[in-house]
């Protein structure tokens, strides 16, 4: 009984860590800026 048990854990184990690569990544993607910033032009004493 306990083969079983290992080869269904191990078997589960190889399924799930692809999977939590692969939900990691896409988390990891720069968000895409819609619109450009504007830097302003400061006058003064510090610019």
């Known amino acids: ?3 079983y048990l290992f080869w269904i854990l191990f ?3 190889w399924a799930i ?3 939590m690569i692969i939900k ?3 988390d990891e993607v720069p968000k895409i ?3 450009p910033k504007v ?3 400061k ?5």
């Open 33 to 35: 800026q819609t619109s």
């Open 1 to 3: 009984m306990n083969i």
């Open 24 to 26: 990691g990544r896409v």
């Open 39 to 41: 830097k302003e032009n």
């Open 11 to 13: 078997l589960g184990l």
């Open 43 to 47: 006058k003064g004493w510090f610019n």
């Open 17 to 19: 860590v692809p999977l």
